[in-house]
């Protein structure tokens, strides 16, 4: 299994950033993948999950309205297109996957596979 990241970057407050995770090693359709943040100081918080199985997608009351969850199945990649950026989300963005979906809550769940992580800035 491998997760690879990428999409993030500097931006400045009220731009936009598509982050990308692409998953290797497993098939998506049995799989829960999530997209997690953690700025310094900070837990880390799951912010974003799909359960392929379904097709279901959660969202993190604090991203609600700023960000959006989709795929690309022929690629094998998830995305995360967040708009609206403030600094107060400046984090690193990693993905994490199960590739069989035993989850009850995708945002909360003890992931054996991790992504590296992308660093998003968000510059006031």
């Known amino acids: 299994v491998r997760l690879v990241e990428s999409g993030g970057g500097l931006v400045q407050a009220g731009g936009s950033l598509r982050l990308s995770c692409v998953a290797s090693?497993?098939?998506?359709?049995?799989?829960?993948i999530t997209w997690f943040r953690q700025a310094p100081g900070k837990e880390r918080e799951g912010i974003s999950c799909?359960?392929?199985?379904?097709?279901?997608?959660y969202y993190a009351d604090s991203v609600k309205g700023r960000v959006a969850l989709s795929t690309d199945n022929a690629k094998s990649t998830v995305y995360l297109q967040m708009n609206s950026l403030e600094p107060e989300v400046t984090a690193v963005y990693s993905c994490a996957a199960e590739p069989y979906d035993t989850s009850n809550y995708c945002l909360k769940y003890p992931f054996r596979f991790w992504g590296q992580g992308t660093q998003v800035t968000v510059s006031s």
């Open positions: 090693g497993f098939n998506l359709h049995e799989s829960v």
């Open positions: 799909i359960r392929f199985s379904t097709g279901s997608t």
